[in-house]
């Protein structure tokens, strides 16, 4: 237990002097204090108000960007096909089981498809309730996450996906990424990060049950990144 102690004024007499002036009496302000939990309490508590905030506007940001990729997907052509992986098969003839090297295989793959921002995935080394996480929420659903995805890629000019590293777990793989884009909106701002997706098995089917992607920097740096003007989108308006 600790606190901030605050002394009252102390008069204390000095002694008397050889003249016959008396010397005024000295005032002495005392203040002993030591920062314990109530000071690191308020602390914590300012970060945690700081942290719910910007949660907030993040996940009003990301739910925003959902619904407006919806809306632009009824001025998109057409998807085309999906890709179901009917390369992926099971460890045994009648087993349910998925090989794991063949669902690591399909993922690397959908790497190259750019399937993050082009929802162009292998379906089926994927459970449909699998949960999809990143750092302004979670859901379940692969079609919906599908869906994002390919809406997400409709707001975009230009796109760079690249796996940078894989690690092979006994529960999960570990995909390493770097991830460029530029954004179609009028200001055509550039979202560039790495990061980082655990691809959780499931211990019956051997697909991928949880899905969770970590970006290696903050998150309002990612909101801030949307809201600024890209310097090619100066030199482009110049030009016109």
């Known amino acids: 237990m600790a606190a901030i102690f605050s ?13 016959s002036t008396a010397a005024p009496p000295m005032i ?10 109530d000071s690191a309490t308020t602390t914590d508590s300012n970060r945690s108000e ?8 993040l996940k009003a940001a990301w739910y925003g960007s959902e619904l407006l990729g919806i809306a632009a997907s009824f001025f998109r052509s057409p998807p085309t096909a ?6 992926v098969g099971s460890v045994a003839e009648g087993s349910d089981l998925l090989d794991r090297g063949a669902v690591v295989d399909a993922i690397k ?3 190259k498809r750019s399937y993050f921002v082009t929802g162009n995935l292998t379906l089926n080394v994927y459970e449909e309730d699998c949960e999809f996480a990143d750092p302004a929420g979670s859901f379940k659903g692969l ?33 390493h990424w770097r991830f460029s884009c530029i954004l179609s909106f009028p ?54």
Not at 28 to 37: E, F, I, M, P
Request: glycine residues 8%; charged residues 30%; positive net charge.
């Open 7 to 19: 002394a009252t004024l102390l008069t204390v007499p000095n002694r008397p002097r050889p003249s």
């Open 28 to 37: 002495v302000r005392l203040r002993c204090g030591a920062r314990g939990t």
């Open 50 to 57: 700081t942290s719910e905030s910007e949660n907030a506007l």
């Open 82 to 87: 999906e890709i179901q992986g009917s390369d």
């Open 109 to 111: 793959e959908d790497y």
């Open 143 to 175: 079609r919906r996450f599908k869906r994002n995805c390919t809406n997400f890629g409709s707001l975009l000019e230009k796109s760079n996906m690249k796996l940078m590293k894989w690690e092979d777990y006994e529960d999960k793989g570990i995909g």
């Open 187 to 240: 200001w055509r701002p550039i979202l560039s990060a790495t990061g980082y997706t655990e691809y959780f098995y499931d211990t019956e089917s051997g697909k991928v049950c949880r899905h969770v992607e970590h970006w290696n920097v903050p998150k309002m740096v990612l909101l801030k990144q949307i809201l600024k003007p890209s310097r090619w989108s100066w030199s482009k308006d110049s030009g016109r």
